[in-house]
């Protein structure tokens, strides 16, 4: 288990290292970043190498016994670089240094430079005693719209094309007389009069991705001789145009950044989820976080036992390392409130106690196995990006915001839940959730049938299955792809300003003697006339254009069963849906191979097991306010059952 952060000695003098090194073997660091923002310290002149300073700090380390997570400092640039290696943006302004994250990928000067500062590190600390792993570039995700990313999307482009009529076709550029007739014609997404391509949108985002990752690749090839692990750590935005999936069979392991802000134990259940997902059984670690929080345009403290809890909710999730931004809070620059493990008050402060408490734990928490997750919900980058055009039929479809609802009722009632790809073989999950997957392949659609046919649950969500890959809708009635499976077809969407009543089953009165009906309470957002096509109504639109109409639907298909949900249900109503049990407020659980992680993060004592904590070897039967264990032999209390509920049961 990693625990450390990032470290940026060059912003202190050196009596301060001493410092650094007895304080991190107090608070049980034992690997430090080094080196992140560290080029224009490393170069300061083009060509003129300044490699004492590191040299004199990675030996402190060693020392010291913290190893080290060494990066290249090519994230950003030195500012005698020519102008260049600097990126333009869409509406044609060359970038000035100043900021970070100022460079081009496409740029060769750029690209020759960043490979030759990650040469020079690689021959001089390849060896070193100290050496743990590479840390390439940092949060890659720059864009850049200038002649060399042009030509570039061209060649990416003809890759993925062959010919230039392919590309045409794909990008529907019959459409505003765009048809391209040569390929010089075609650029990158530039500032335009009105609405751009969506296709060529999403194209240029692939085209980043792959372009990116491929000068993560040949700084990889040059760091690799050394024997240790290469990674890069991700960043998770809606800006960022890097496709986790690709780049995560590229890295020795995964590493992601994460800063929960609204809800803090939601958020990082669902970016340890997505992380592992991601992972796909290689190891990952938590690269990044703050002893603060960015709330509402005020920076605020972690609370009390937060920054533990936590940390412990990425490692219940499978984290392999707990770090953080960064190891002592600098004293001036863009970033001087950002907090650190030291902070500004030092180490006679909450914070630093906390650090070393957390240190101290960490390497008491047993592997108790692989997680076992039992509920899947879809990821699909590129659908993602899709929902980020404009043009949609609502401006308000949120890819994220019902990935997260998914995963927050799922989490809220302590289910173990995973992500999965479209393409992943689905058979081990009892449920598959599907939130607004609006671009899907022939094949991908394929293995959502067969997922169903061989017996599972798939709940489909609004906005699904529409899109070919590249965009184009699939004719003759949404969802497109998923009609079959889900015995429905869609003939208009009706997105929504005011929220519609939901009813029971399907329209018309209910059976004479029947019990009362639950209440689905309202539908937001977006709702769709959907006729029924082998599918059964299970609650209908009470309200609204739609009165009458299925609104939710459930269809037998082989051995299993597909649900479809029309409209944005409230998150109560979307658990009754899946039939989910009642579970305490803030009880974290999550089920490994042999134990459950638990963590309470709410204000009151909730009793869970009785089992044994592996961490403390005491029998546990209820977990006071931040209490955490793993316990095994918990079969009993094992919360968290999935039952689809009316689709099961009606
Ligand atoms: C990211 C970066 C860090 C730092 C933090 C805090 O994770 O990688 O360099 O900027 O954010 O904002």
Same mark, same amino acid.
């Given at each position: 288990?990693?625990?450390?952060?990032?470290?940026?000695?060059?912003?202190?003098?050196?009596?301060?290292?001493?410092?650094?090194?007895?304080?991190?073997?107090?608070?049980?660091?034992?690997?430090?970043?080094?080196?992140?923002?560290?080029?224009?310290?490393?170069?300061?002149?083009?060509?003129?190498?300044?490699?004492?300073?590191?040299?004199?700090?990675?030996?402190?380390?060693?020392?010291?016994?913290?190893?080290?997570?060494?990066?290249?400092?090519?994230?950003?640039?030195?500012?005698?670089?020519?102008?260049?290696?600097?990126?333009?943006?869409?509406?044609?302004?060359?970038?000035?240094?100043?900021?970070?994250?100022?460079?081009?990928?496409?740029?060769?000067?750029?690209?020759?430079?960043?490979?030759?500062?990650?040469?020079?590190?690689?021959?001089?600390?390849?060896?070193?005693?100290?050496?743990?792993?590479?840390?390439?570039?940092?949060?890659?995700?720059?864009?850049?719209?200038?002649?060399?990313?042009?030509?570039?999307?061209?060649?990416?482009?003809?890759?993925?094309?062959?010919?230039?009529?392919?590309?045409?076709?794909?990008?529907?550029?019959?459409?505003?007389?765009?048809?391209?007739?040569?390929?010089?014609?075609?650029?990158?997404?530039?500032?335009?009069?009105?609405?751009?391509?969506?296709?060529?949108?999403?194209?240029?985002?692939?085209?980043?991705?792959?372009?990116?990752?491929?000068?993560?690749?040949?700084?990889?090839?040059?760091?690799?001789?050394?024997?240790?692990? #290469?990674?890069?750590?991700?960043?998770?935005?809606?800006? *960022? !145009?890097?496709?986790?999936?690709?780049? &995560? +069979? %590229?890295?020795? =392991?995964?590493?992601?950044?994460?800063?929960?802000?609204?809800?803090?134990?939601?958020?990082?259940?669902?970016?340890?989820?997505?992380?592992?997902?991601?992972?796909?059984?290689?190891?990952?670690?938590?690269?990044?976080?703050?002893?603060?929080?960015?709330?509402?345009?005020?920076?605020?403290?972690?609370?009390?036992?937060?920054?533990?809890?936590?940390?412990?909710?990425?490692?219940?999730?499978?984290?392999?390392?707990?770090?953080?931004?960064?190891?002592?809070?600098?004293?001036?620059?863009?970033?001087?409130?950002?907090?650190?493990?030291?902070?500004?008050?030092?180490?006679?402060?909450?914070?630093?106690?906390? #650090?070393?408490?957390?240190?101290?734990?960490?390497?008491? *928490? !047993?592997?108790?196995?692989?997680?076992? &997750? +039992? %509920?899947?919900? =879809?990821?699909?980058?590129?659908?993602?990006?899709?929902?980020?055009?404009?043009?949609?039929?609502?401006?308000?479809?949120?890819?994220?915001?019902?990935?997260?609802?998914?995963?927050?009722?799922?989490?809220?009632?302590?289910?173990?839940?995973?992500?999965?790809?479209?393409?992943?073989?689905?058979?081990?999950?009892?449920?598959?959730?599907?939130?607004?997957?609006?671009?899907?392949?022939?094949?991908?659609?394929?293995?959502?049938?067969?997922?169903?046919?061989?017996?599972?649950?798939?709940?489909?969500?609004?906005?699904?299955?529409?899109?070919?890959?590249?965009?184009?809708?699939?004719?003759?009635?949404?969802?497109?792809?998923?009609?079959?499976?889900?015995?429905?077809? *869609?003939?208009?969407?009706?997105?929504?300003?005011?929220?519609?009543?939901?009813?029971?089953?399907?329209?018309?009165?209910?059976?004479?003697?029947?019990?009362?009906?639950?209440?689905?309470?309202?539908?937001?957002?977006?709702?769709?006339?959907?006729?029924?096509?082998?599918?059964?109504?299970?609650?209908?639109?009470?309200?609204?254009?739609?009165?009458?109409?299925?609104?939710?639907?459930?269809?037998?298909?082989?051995?299993?069963?597909?649900?479809?949900?029309?409209?944005?249900?409230?998150?109560?109503?979307?658990?009754?849906?899946?039939?989910?049990?009642?579970?305490?407020?803030?009880?974290?659980?999550?089920?490994?191979?042999?134990?459950?992680?638990?963590?309470?993060?709410?204000?009151?004592?909730?009793?869970?097991?009785?089992?044994?904590?592996? *961490?403390?070897?005491?029998?546990?039967?209820?977990?006071?306010?931040?209490?955490?264990?793993?316990?095994?032999?918990?079969?009993?209390?094992?919360?968290?059952?999935?039952?689809?509920?009316?689709?099961?049961?009606?």
């Amino acid at each position: 288990m990693y625990y450390g952060g990032d470290y940026n000695p060059e912003q202190w003098p050196e009596e301060v290292w001493q410092e650094d090194v007895a304080l991190m073997r107090r608070a049980g660091v034992n690997l430090v970043t080094v080196g992140v923002f560290s080029w224009a310290r490393l170069e300061p002149r083009e060509g003129e190498y300044d490699f004492g300073w590191l040299d004199r700090v990675l030996d402190l380390l060693h020392d010291g016994g913290v190893q080290v997570c060494l990066a290249t400092p090519t994230t950003q640039p030195p500012p005698w670089i020519g102008e260049e290696a600097r990126n333009v943006s869409a509406d044609g302004v060359r970038l000035t240094h100043g900021s970070r994250d100022t460079y081009c990928v496409s740029s060769p000067a750029y690209r020759a430079k960043s490979l030759e500062i990650a040469a020079r590190l690689a021959g001089r600390y390849g060896r070193h005693p100290a050496l743990a792993m590479w840390h390439v570039h940092n949060e890659y995700g720059s864009w850049c719209h200038c002649e060399h990313t042009a030509a570039a999307f061209r060649v990416w482009l003809r890759g993925a094309y062959g010919g230039l009529e392919a590309l045409n076709d794909a990008w529907t550029t019959s459409f505003w007389s765009q048809h391209y007739s040569a390929w010089e014609q075609v650029t990158t997404p530039r500032a335009t009069q009105y609405l751009p391509n969506p296709s060529q949108a999403l194209d240029f985002r692939r085209f980043l991705s792959d372009e990116l990752l491929g000068h993560f690749r040949e700084q990889k090839e040059i760091l690799a001789p050394s024997g240790v692990p #290469v990674t890069t750590n991700f960043h998770f935005g809606d800006w *960022v !145009p890097v496709d986790q999936r690709e780049w &995560a +069979e %590229a890295v020795d =392991l995964v590493a992601i950044d994460h800063y929960p802000a609204q809800d803090p134990p939601e958020e990082t259940a669902f970016a340890a989820d997505l992380a592992r997902c991601w992972a796909a059984g290689k190891p990952w670690v938590l690269m990044e976080q703050a002893v603060v929080a960015y709330t509402g345009g005020r920076i605020v403290p972690r609370r009390p036992g937060e920054v533990a809890r936590l940390s412990l909710s990425h490692v219940a999730r499978g984290a392999r390392g707990v770090m953080f931004f960064q190891w002592r809070a600098s004293r001036g620059g863009a970033e001087l409130w950002h907090g650190g493990m030291v902070p500004h008050a030092g180490p006679d402060s909450r914070i630093f106690r906390e #650090v070393c408490e957390l240190g101290a734990l960490l390497p008491s *928490v !047993p592997d108790a196995g692989d997680v076992r &997750a +039992e %509920a899947a919900i =879809l990821w699909d980058t590129a659908s993602w990006w899709a929902l980020q055009s404009r043009g949609l039929p609502s401006s308000e479809v949120d890819y994220l915001d019902a990935l997260r609802q998914a995963h927050r009722v799922l989490y809220r009632h302590g289910v173990t839940a995973g992500f999965a790809y479209p393409s992943a073989d689905l058979s081990a999950y009892r449920l598959v959730l599907v939130p607004s997957l609006c671009l899907i392949s022939d094949a991908d659609a394929a293995n959502l049938r067969r997922y169903v046919e061989g017996g599972g649950t798939l709940v489909v969500s609004f906005f699904s299955g529409v899109s070919d890959e590249h965009g184009r809708v699939r004719l003759g009635g949404y969802p497109g792809a998923l009609r079959e499976v889900l015995g429905v077809r *869609v003939e208009e969407f009706h997105p929504l300003a005011e929220p519609v009543e939901l009813s029971d089953g399907a329209a018309g009165p209910p059976p004479s003697g029947a019990g009362s009906p639950p209440d689905w309470g309202t539908g937001t957002l977006w709702s769709e006339h959907v006729h029924l096509a082998g599918a059964q109504a299970l609650v209908s639109y009470a309200s609204g254009p739609l009165a009458g109409l299925p609104a939710v639907t459930r269809h037998a298909y082989g051995s299993g069963t597909a649900l479809y949900v029309s409209t944005r249900l409230a998150d109560a109503a979307f658990a009754r849906l899946l039939g989910l049990a009642p579970h305490p407020a803030g009880l974290e659980l999550v089920r490994h191979d042999r134990a459950v992680f638990a963590i309470n993060h709410g204000d009151r004592e909730q009793p869970v097991g009785p089992g044994r904590d592996l *961490v403390t070897g005491t029998v546990v039967e209820s977990l006071p306010p931040g209490g955490f264990a793993v316990l095994a032999g918990l079969e009993a209390a094992d919360a968290g059952d999935v039952r689809v509920g009316i689709g099961a049961e009606r």
